[in-house]
């Protein structure tokens, strides 16, 4: 099994930035799609973005349509950042991360809502 655990959330004035880190562990083997996604009270859950751990592929979501967020491989193995810049209140919402082994290239649909694990989520405020 593989755990996930997400990190950085809190509360930011709008336009602000904040940091968010997800690191797997546990049975941890291969390389990894990590999807970043969000749900705001109300909503639907919805992608930000996807990255492969073998090289750093990413593409990202129409959950944000301008260029304000940003997503790397993390400093630990099996792990992703998601830079947030120039935060919006429309941000708010609890950011999750996820992730599947990658059985097939790295596309366009390595990240879904059926990905294998799931963190718990962080919560992002954006408000002033």
């Known amino acids: 099994q593989v755990q996930l655990a997400e990190s950085g959330g809190g509360l930011v004035q709008p336009g602000g930035s904040l940091r968010l880190s997800c690191v797997a562990s546990?049975?941890?083997?291969?390389?990894?799609?990590i999807g970043w996604f969000r749900q705001a009270p109300g909503r639907e859950r919805e992608l930000v973005s996807c990255?492969?751990?073998?090289?750093?592929?990413?593409?990202f979501g129409q959950a944000v349509k301008e260029d304000r967020f940003t997503t790397a491989r993390g400093s630990a193995d099996y792990s992703a950042d998601l830079q947030m810049n120039d935060l919006k209140p429309e941000d708010t919402a609890v950011y999750y991360c996820?992730?599947?082994?990658?059985?097939?290239?790295?596309?366009?649909?390595?990240?879904?809502?059926?990905?294998?694990?799931w963190g718990s989520g962080t919560q992002v405020t954006v408000s002033s």
């Open positions: 990255i492969s751990t073998m090289d750093g592929s990413r593409y």
């Open positions: 546990g049975r941890t083997a291969g390389y990894y799609a």
């Open positions: 996820a992730a599947s082994p990658l059985r097939y290239a790295f596309s366009a649909w390595s990240c879904s809502d059926d990905m294998d694990f």
